[in-house]
């Protein structure tokens, strides 16, 4: 028995014949709505079935066909109605168009048949399309869904939501309510979830809940966060139909914020415990953190230092008691919010409800792992006590520089004259000796002085070079001759390639560096033995090496050995106040070089330096 026909189904008669499409129509109806129509227009009009005759299916077969195209993958059904001995005639390309073929005239029986079931299978086929739809849209959220009727059972749900069903199969029924209870559903500060305020529970009476953030503790160690949503099924009438439960697993988010948490008190702590000022800016230059420290410096521990901070965000800074105030474009947080890094910048601050403080300030970009700068870190280090030092040590080698010498010089004046009177005279023996020994000493004191100055010159940066290039081969065997009356020239022995090329050096510095290591070479090395000078461009640079055949030097002294005021403990001689290597690396380091010793004890040491290609 065919089944019932809808009474919103609608039928189209695309039937030329007057006769043919009245009789149609009375069979139809009732059961159909019929749609007859004026012209070909009709057929754009919206319908579940369509019955057309040879002539309109002829006139009209590429509009069908457009139809068809359309509405697919809705199932379009068509009939054609012809007369039974035409039925082999029909072209082939015509059933492109129609689904079902009717001999004419049709008894009101089979075509109602025919009719039902044709909307029938469009029904089926309409309703496995939407489920699939449905069933594709479930598996395609990344949310897990759970779908309850009204007694809180399950009616649907996509794959994301299989792994959890044993904790969202809850109803308000009490059998159910007592499992729950042995599933550890925590809030999130830790206390236990009451049943009957489970979403599911709550939207099966009719309350939408958003957002509720529950845990499930499994065992001791293991606890997953779900962030959940639910919603009651209503009717516009109000009639619940049942509920619809979504969730996010935000387990690893949790994880995340709070790991973010802790790495944020232990950055807190760590800045706090630093000796040194701390600021972190973000991109503005907005101050985002401030240890408590830098607000002692800047002056702004009594109240909020950050807004405080943000009216002097300048820093009145000066690099001299008197100078004039950085510009803010050259201040080292705008600089390392640049992408720069700032290294011991010196100045003055004069801040608000503080003293004068001298600070040493380095800045440097924040960065994420991609290299975007995300803001700055600007450390201050109250240097004020260090730059009292540096200022006694500076009027203190002012006083060695000038007031000693003048002493020395007059002394020096006298033993010249004493010395070229005893020589007129022909006085000889202890007399003649003493004054030699007071002219050496007073040179080696000279020298003492003259070491002193120069290596505060030159950590203060006081010792400007004047580069050349400088031809070491011939610099070399000028500098011995010219020396000989101070060096053991016999004993040293020169090894420089004819096509090395020159250096860029300066003449006087330069000279300065041989002499020290030259004459400690001499000094420390067993009379008689050699003294080798060889010389090896590497890449840009060129490697001069010293050796001698000296007793060594114990290992645990080679890493001090260029330290200020450093001598090797045991050493045969102690003259000097150990600066002289001190002073050479200072230079070596001036013109861009470094310095090293490699040493073995018995077979003698090679100190090393390199200079640049000029």
């Given at each position: 028995?065919?089944?019932?026909?809808?009474?919103?189904?609608?039928?189209?008669?695309?039937?030329?014949?007057?006769?043919?499409?009245q009789?149609?129509?009375?069979?139809?109806?009732?059961?159909?709505?019929?749609?007859?129509?004026s012209?070909?227009?009709?057929?754009a009009?919206?319908?579940?079935?369509?019955?057309?005759?040879?002539?309109?299916?002829?006139r009209?077969t590429?509009?069908?066909?457009?139809?068809?195209?359309?509405?697919?993958?809705n199932?379009?059904?068509m009939?054609l109605?012809?007369?039974?001995?035409?039925?082999?005639?029909?072209?082939p390309?015509?059933?492109?168009?129609?689904?079902?073929v009717?001999s004419?005239?049709?008894?009101?029986?089979?075509?109602?048949?025919?009719?039902?079931?044709?909307?029938?299978?469009?029904?089926?086929?309409?309703?496995?399309?939407?489920?699939?739809?449905?069933?594709?849209?479930?598996?395609?959220?990344?949310?897990?869904?759970?779908?309850y009727?009204?007694?809180?059972?399950?009616?649907?749900?996509?794959?994301?939501?299989?792994a959890?069903?044993?904790?969202?199969?809850?109803?308000?029924?009490?059998?159910?309510?007592?499992?729950?209870?042995?599933?550890?559903?925590?809030?999130v500060d830790g206390?236990?979830?009451?049943?009957?305020?489970?979403?599911?529970v709550?939207?099966?009476a009719?309350?939408?809940?958003?957002?509720?953030?529950?845990?499930?503790?499994?065992?001791?160690s293991?606890?997953?966060?779900?962030?959940?949503?639910?919603?009651?099924?209503?009717?516009?009438?109000?009639?619940?139909?049942?509920?619809?439960?979504?969730?996010?697993?935000?387990?690893?988010?949790?994880q995340?914020?709070?790991?973010?948490?802790?790495?944020?008190?232990?950055?807190?702590?760590?800045?706090?415990?630093?000796?040194?000022?701390?600021?972190?800016?973000?991109t503005?230059g907005?101050?985002?953190?401030?240890?408590?420290?830098?607000?002692?410096?800047?002056?702004?521990?009594?109240?909020?230092?950050?807004?405080q901070?943000?009216?002097?965000?300048?820093?009145?800074?000066?690099?001299?008691p008197?100078?004039?105030?950085?510009?803010?474009?050259?201040?080292?947080?705008?600089?390392?919010?640049r992408?720069?890094?700032?290294?011991?910048?010196?100045?003055?601050?004069?801040?608000?409800?503080?003293?004068?403080?001298?600070?040493?300030?380095?800045?440097?970009?924040?960065?994420?792992?991609?290299?975007?700068?995300?803001?700055?870190?600007?450390?201050?280090?109250?240097?004020?006590?260090?730059?009292?030092?540096?200022?006694?040590?500076?009027?203190?080698?002012?006083?060695?520089?000038?007031?000693?010498?003048?002493?020395?010089?007059?002394?020096?004046?006298?033993?010249?004259?004493?010395s070229?009177?005893?020589?007129?005279?022909?006085?000889?023996?202890?007399?003649?000796?003493?004054?030699?020994a007071?002219?050496?000493?007073?040179?080696?004191?000279?020298?003492?002085?003259?070491?002193?100055?120069?290596?505060?010159?030159?950590?203060?940066?006081?010792?400007?070079l004047?580069?050349?290039?400088v031809?070491?081969r011939?610099?070399?065997?000028n500098?011995?001759?010219?020396?000989?009356?101070l060096?053991?020239?016999?004993r040293?022995?020169?090894?420089?390639?004819?096509?090395?090329?020159?250096?860029?050096?300066?003449?006087?510095?330069?000279?300065?560096?041989?002499?020290?290591?030259?004459?400690?070479?001499?000094?420390?090395?067993?009379?008689?033995?050699?003294?080798?000078?060889r010389?090896?461009?590497?890449?840009?640079?060129?490697?001069?090496?010293?050796?001698?055949?000296?007793?060594?030097?114990?290992p645990?002294?080679?890493?001090?050995?260029?330290?200020?005021?450093?001598?090797?403990?045991?050493?045969?001689?102690q003259?000097?106040?150990?600066?002289?290597?001190?002073?050479?690396?200072?230079l070596?380091?001036?013109?861009?070089?470094?310095?090293?010793?490699?040493?073995?004890?018995?077979?003698?040491?090679?100190?090393?330096?390199?200079?640049?290609?000029?």
């Amino acid at each position: 028995m065919a089944d019932q026909p809808s009474p919103a189904s609608r039928i189209l008669l695309l039937v030329d014949h007057p006769g043919n499409r009245q009789r149609l129509a009375n069979a139809l109806a009732p059961q159909y709505a019929v749609v007859l129509p004026s012209s070909d227009a009709t057929l754009a009009e919206p319908v579940d079935c369509c019955l057309l005759d040879a002539p309109a299916l002829a006139r009209l077969t590429e509009r069908l066909l457009q139809r068809k195209a359309v509405e697919a993958p809705n199932f379009l059904p068509m009939i054609l109605l012809i007369p039974r001995e035409a039925v082999r005639l029909v072209p082939p390309a015509y059933w492109d168009v129609i689904d079902e073929v009717m001999s004419i005239p049709a008894e009101k029986p089979e075509l109602l048949q025919r009719v039902s079931s044709l909307l029938r299978i469009r029904r089926l086929t309409s309703e496995v399309r939407q489920k699939a739809a449905a069933d594709a849209t479930l598996a395609s959220l990344a949310e897990g869904l759970i779908i309850y009727d009204t007694t809180g059972h399950i009616l649907q749900n996509n794959h994301i939501a299989d792994a959890y069903l044993d904790y969202f199969r809850v109803t308000p029924h009490p059998p159910f309510l007592d499992r729950t209870r042995d599933l550890h559903i925590e809030t999130v500060d830790g206390s236990p979830f009451p049943p009957e305020a489970l979403p599911t529970v709550r939207a099966l009476a009719g309350e939408t809940i958003t957002g509720l953030v529950m845990a499930f503790r499994y065992d001791a160690s293991a606890t997953q966060w779900l962030s959940v949503n639910a919603a009651p099924i209503q009717l516009p009438s109000g009639e619940r139909m049942g509920a619809v439960v979504t969730f996010t697993d935000i387990t690893r988010r949790r994880q995340i914020e709070e790991e973010r948490e802790r790495l944020y008190a232990e950055l807190d702590s760590t800045i706090s415990a630093i000796a040194d000022g701390i600021l972190v800016f973000d991109t503005d230059g907005k101050v985002m953190r401030m240890n408590p420290t830098a607000r002692i410096l800047l002056g702004t521990h009594n109240g909020n230092g950050i807004e405080q901070l943000e009216e002097q965000i300048a820093f009145p800074l000066s690099t001299t008691p008197d100078g004039p105030t950085m510009p803010v474009h050259v201040l080292p947080v705008w600089q390392a919010l640049r992408g720069e890094t700032v290294h011991g910048l010196t100045g003055l601050l004069r801040a608000p409800n503080t003293r004068e403080t001298w600070l040493s300030i380095s800045a440097a970009p924040i960065r994420t792992t991609q290299g975007r700068i995300i803001g700055a870190i600007l450390s201050l280090t109250d240097v004020t006590v260090l730059h009292e030092l540096q200022q006694r040590q500076e009027d203190f080698l002012r006083i060695v520089s000038h007031d000693l010498r003048n002493p020395l010089t007059i002394i020096q004046g006298h033993i010249q004259l004493l010395s070229s009177r005893l020589a007129y005279a022909g006085v000889n023996g202890d007399m003649r000796s003493g004054v030699e020994a007071i002219q050496r000493s007073v040179k080696r004191m000279n020298a003492m002085i003259q070491d002193l100055v120069d290596a505060t010159r030159l950590e203060s940066g006081q010792f400007p070079l004047e580069l050349h290039a400088v031809d070491l081969r011939d610099y070399l065997q000028n500098l011995l001759s010219r020396t000989e009356m101070l060096i053991d020239y016999a004993r040293i022995t020169l090894e420089i390639p004819s096509d090395l090329p020159p250096v860029s050096a300066d003449y006087n510095r330069l000279e300065r560096i041989f002499i020290n290591l030259l004459s400690n070479a001499l000094k420390y090395s067993t009379p008689g033995t050699p003294v080798l000078v060889r010389a090896r461009r590497e890449g840009g640079m060129v490697r001069i090496a010293v050796t001698d055949e000296g007793p060594g030097i114990p290992p645990e002294d080679l890493p001090l050995l260029f330290q200020r005021y450093y001598r090797v403990k045991g050493a045969r001689m102690q003259e000097g106040i150990g600066l002289g290597l001190y002073i050479s690396r200072l230079l070596v380091e001036a013109h861009g070089g470094r310095v090293w010793v490699e040493s073995e004890v018995g077979k003698g040491s090679t100190f090393s330096f390199t200079l640049p290609v000029a």
